[in-house]
């Protein structure tokens, strides 16, 4: 089945959407999510998944080579966070701190000034 433009319109608002989430500081990031889960995971694996539209965003013209290159930056330093041996050991109270989160928060703001979107709450049903 061939993707229509009202499919890759979908794909660029899921991709804004969990690039606005990465913004907000964490205390409002966890309440988009149930207790139980692993809340800096989800996070991350949000904008892991939406990445994965990249390449028809990019076939398709929606991002600029700058928008792209942020969006690369991100990414490459989103795995570099969940890789890290600290990650997962960090309590939520302290996140927002932690060097790693404070660093994908600012490359997160620089993707959506490029994308010439706005920083706000994200709409949750993109995420």
Known sequence: MEETEEDFKR???KLV???K????PFKEQKEYLPDFTDRPFEVLD???KA???LPQLI???YLSLEATGALVRLY????FALCSPDFGKIPDDKMDGFKDWVKLNSLAKQALRVMNETEEKPDAFYI
Do not use: M, P, S, T
């Open 76 to 79: 490459i330093n989103v795995d």
């Open 21 to 24: 989430w990465l913004c907000l």
């Open 46 to 48: 949000g904008y892991v």
């Open 11 to 13: 794909y660029y608002k």
């Open 51 to 53: 990445f994965v539209l």
């Open 17 to 19: 959407e969990n690039i």
């Open 59 to 61: 076939d398709n013209r």
